[in-house]
């Protein structure tokens, strides 16, 4: 039996409350990932003792969800977005204190394989955002996914205080600094469980019979009886909306992997102290968090594609200004701009997606998405070391802004296409 629905144009109080429970289960899982980007690179040069190798945990994150985010999202779409999600929480569980183990032991190998389970964690929760997306209607679910990754907001706070208690302890007993994060993040993933537990039913039911929570939604014919909609990947790269969605969101994830790890060198190479280098980096997390609730609504006011392209073009002006400019607030506003870009980018290519696939399809297609995000994240990882190395810090950054001229491109090359055929 389904709960009493709110009046028309407002959001059912159950709705509300699973949100809330999903968006701060998504900070608890969170603060994992900002260890992860903020300390991975030290635990890996810690255990290695190389520093070529300091990329291995952002690329094991794209390698993560390349593989991961389809088959997760076809267990969503069969058993319902909670199991996904915590099965995915539970990987990240064991992967964190398999990864805190494998620094105490300085086992490389150990970190390795702790990571690879850690990551696939965090690829596989990411259903989180489906199931936000189920539960709204469609001109309130840039709002929805708004509403969950600001918990990563959240999660960009927990970091730290989990960071100073780890070197508090540290300090006390002489255990590794680097690995007593990672031993403490279980306690934080299990309460992001426990939350997952109480969100009922589960939201793709609530997908499924919107109508039942939403008296003013008109939900679209069903297929006629006995026809079955099979989901089909290579539906999503025909269509042209779907296409360019995705493309602008492996556009944002390829030109931030790439510019997250310019920043630090191009600011090193000037100069700046590492606390500088860890502001300029808070303002690019506050780019990509911060204002996840005002751009969701203005993609569901104005539309998907007047959040999302102005979004990649936003992240190709931020890659020029770190790639290319010298003083300190110049690369720390382009940091932000591409922080603010992926933002946009992501909240409004995930909503237009969900718009166009049925919820019993909606895990999968998300997923396509991811996986090629991922695809891209692992390519910028592989890439950007060489760039440098062979080349020069801008020779990285103009690899950043071609990534993000894809989907713009191929918007004008549709554009153009319309024209050409009335």
């Known amino acids: 039996m389904h709960k009493p629905v709110a009046p028309a144009g407002t959001i059912p109080p159950l709705i509300k409350r699973n949100t809330i429970l999903l968006a701060l289960s998504q900070a608890f899982v969170g603060a994992g990932t900002q260890l992860a980007y903020g300390i991975g690179p030290l635990m890996v040069i810690a255990v290695t003792g190389s520093a070529s190798l300091a990329g291995l945990t952002v690329g094991l994150f794209g390698v993560s969800r390349f593989l991961v985010s389809y088959p997760v999202g076809r267990i969503t779409d069969n058993y319902g977005r909670k199991p996904g999600v915590l099965f995915g929480q539970g990987l ?55 509403f969950i990754a600001t918990g990563s907001l959240v999660g960009i706070v927990l970091s730290p205080m989990v960071m100073g208690l780890a070197d508090h302890i540290s300090a006390r007993t002489g255990l590794n600094a680097l690995g007593l994060p990672w031993l403490m993040m279980p306690v934080l993933i299990l309460g992001g469980m426990v939350l997952v537990t109480f969100v009922r039913p589960d939201p793709k039911e609530i997908g499924m019979h919107l109508e039942r929570y939403y008296p003013d939604y008109v ?91 102005p979004g990649v073009g936003i992240a190709l002006i931020g890659a020029l200004l770190v790639a290319f400019a010298d003083g300190y607030m110049s690369v720390t506003l382009g940091t932000f701009l591409v922080g603010l870009g992926w933002c946009g980018a992501n909240v409004a290519s995930t909503a237009l997606i969900a718009d166009l696939v049925e919820t019993q399809h909606r895990g999968r297609a998300i997923g396509v998405s991811e996986s090629g995000g991922g695809a891209m994240t692992l390519l910028a990882a592989v890439v950007t070391g060489p760039l440098v190395e062979c080349a020069s810090l801008p020779a990285a950054g103009v690899t950043a802004v071609l990534i993000a001229v894809v989907p713009l491109a191929a918007l004008a090359w549709t554009k153009m296409a319309e024209l050409r055929a009335r």
């Not at 990411?126 to 840039?142: E, N, S």
């Not at 990947?233 to 931030?256: E, F, K, V, Y």
């Not at 700046?272 to 506050?286: E, G, K, R, V």
């Not at 911060?290 to 203005?298: D, E, K, S, Y």
Request: charged share 10%; hydrophobic share 50%.
């Open 92 to 146: 990240a569980l064991i992967g964190t204190f398999a990864s805190g183990l494998a620094m105490l032991a300085n086992s490389a190998i150990g970190l390795t394989l702790g990571m690879i389970v850690f990551s696939m964690g965090i690829s596989a929760a990411q259903q989180l955002r489906v199931a936000a997306a189920d539960m709204y209607r469609p001109r309130q679910r840039g709002l929805a996914l708004g």
């Open 219 to 309: 939900p679209p014919p069903k297929p006629a009886a006995g026809a079955v909609s099979e989901f089909n990947s290579w539906d999503l790269l025909r269509r042209i909306p779907t296409r360019l969605a995705i493309l602008s969101n492996c556009a944002g994830q390829g030109n931030m992997a790439i510019v997250m790890v310019l920043t630090s060198l191009v600011l090193s190479h000037h100069g700046y102290s590492l606390t500088s280098i860890a502001i300029s980096h808070a303002f690019h997390a506050a780019g990509m968090f911060a204002f996840t609730i005002p751009l969701g609504w203005a993609s569901d006011r104005y539309g998907r594609e007047w959040v999302m392209y």
